[in-house]
């Protein structure tokens, strides 16, 4: 196919790295399924390719996709978030140096930078993303080498003025770094808000069927500062030297998700709106977290830097902890499980589940919190159900 000279986003997820098969005319990419390559005499590589640690061309082609579809140089595909985080964090910065952190990220970020980068001497401290200021009043100049944010946030949907942010951090000499997961590319782009790293867990909206865990870094085509100005080279150097690389079949599905992104992201956003409509209906609902809201504070925002405003919804609810336990336990098509961004409705708890292990914390999240990941069903019966379940 000639690639039309600006092609939309889901040509783009469709096509980006995905021509058809020279030899038989395959549509779908292959899954080579192969950890090694024939060599045509010592050294002679056919298209680089040597021992599917370092390159295998299925996850060639994710990559190559997920960095057109987040207007970045390079991606990157790994075998979690996790290990996508790990890798940026651990081939960029050295013993000594800062990094700024969301109050409310991912636990399982914060748990990464908290338990297993700070013994390694990787310092870190907590600001509050929607407020551009605090993090600001966080830098340590010359020391901080990474500010870190999501938008929106996990659990409770904070938004961060990425434009906002990434000149505060690029004043300080430091990157800027987005966990992209709860907007995937569709909705929101980074890159082109002047961060100059986005990390995904593919296994939430970019995959979008929880079949998979994956995840992914793209490099942005002018990382704003200089001493970083080789991170695209010393993330692949690191991916290839710790190697927790997205497997051929993994990096597959991934793919296949990306395809239907585009139409399985508005129809996720469809389906909040709705649902947040119905709890704003409820007299027992007492705060909604949805970014969507004009009451939400960073609505002005995410509207600016948003295409929509996504597939999660929080709320809080009267009776307490045990009430919200107790109603989330009784949802039949909400499934109750972690995770988010399948085209499955899933429902949780927070405080017990996801963010357990920030109890204690500055990242504790409230206790009556319910988190939504509004999936593509029919709506009439997710609100149905939220209903029999609330009472
Ligand atoms: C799930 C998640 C991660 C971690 O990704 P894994 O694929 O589970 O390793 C990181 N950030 C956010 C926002 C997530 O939701």
Redesign the pocket.
């Known amino acids: 196919m000639t690639q039309p000279t600006n092609p939309g986003f889901s040509t783009r997820a469709i096509h980006a790295g995905q021509e058809p098969d020279p030899r038989t005319g395959a549509v779908v990419p292959a899954i080579y399924q192969t950890s090694t390559y024939k060599q045509d005499g010592v050294g002679g590589m056919r298209e680089g390719y040597e021992y599917s640690r370092s390159a295998n061309p299925t996850r060639t082609a994710l990559e190559q996709c997920i960095a057109e579809l987040e207007g970045g140089a390079k991606g990157f595909a790994f075998s979690?978030?996790?290990?996508a985080?790990d890798t940026v964090i651990r081939s960029l910065l050295h013993p000594g140096d800062h990094m700024i952190v969301p109050t409310d990220a991912?636990g399982?970020?914060f748990r990464l930078i908290d338990k297993v980068q700070k013994r390694w001497g990787i310092d870190y401290s907590l600001a509050k993303v929607s407020q551009p200021d605090a993090i600001r009043g966080e830098i340590r100049p010359g020391v901080t080498k990474i500010v870190w944010i999501?938008t929106p946030t996990?659990p409770l949907l904070g938004i961060a003025d990425i434009a906002a942010i990434a000149q505060i951090a690029h004043e300080a000499g430091a990157l800027m770094v987005v966990?992209n997961?709860?907007a995937s590319p569709y909705l929101q782009q980074p890159l082109a808000l002047g961060a100059d790293i986005v990390v995904h867990?593919t296994?939430?909206y970019c995959g979008g069927h929880s079949d998979v865990?994956?995840?992914a870094v793209v490099v942005s085509k002018s990382v704003a500062v200089r001493e970083f100005a080789d991170a695209a080279e010393r993330i692949g150097f690191h991916q290839n030297s710790m190697g927790a690389i997205s497997g051929p079949m993994d990096s597959w599905l991934v793919l296949r998700g990306l395809k239907t992104l585009a139409v399985r992201m508005e129809q996720h956003c469809s389906n909040a709106e709705q649902v947040v409509e119905y709890l704003q209906g409820r007299g027992d609902v007492t705060h909604i977290h949805y970014p969507g809201l004009d009451s939400h504070p960073g609505h002005d925002v995410a509207a600016r830097q948003m295409r929509r405003f996504g597939g999660m919804v929080s709320f809080q609810l009267e009776g307490g902890e045990q009430h919200a336990v107790d109603a989330i336990g009784r949802t039949k098509i909400w499934t109750l499980g972690e995770?988010?961004g399948g085209v499955e409705s899933l429902i949780e708890h927070p405080g017990r589940m996801t963010h357990a292990s920030v109890a204690g914390t500055e990242l504790e999240v409230p206790a009556d919190l319910i988190r939504l990941s509004t999936g593509i069903e029919d709506v009439r019966d997710l609100i149905d159900d939220l209903g029999q379940a609330l009472g």
């Not at 979690?80 to 290990?83: D, V």
Request: cysteine-free; hydrophobic content about 25%.
């Open positions: 979690s978030g996790l290990a985080e991912y399982g970020t999501e996990n966990d997961t709860f867990s296994t939430k865990v994956g995840g995770s988010l």
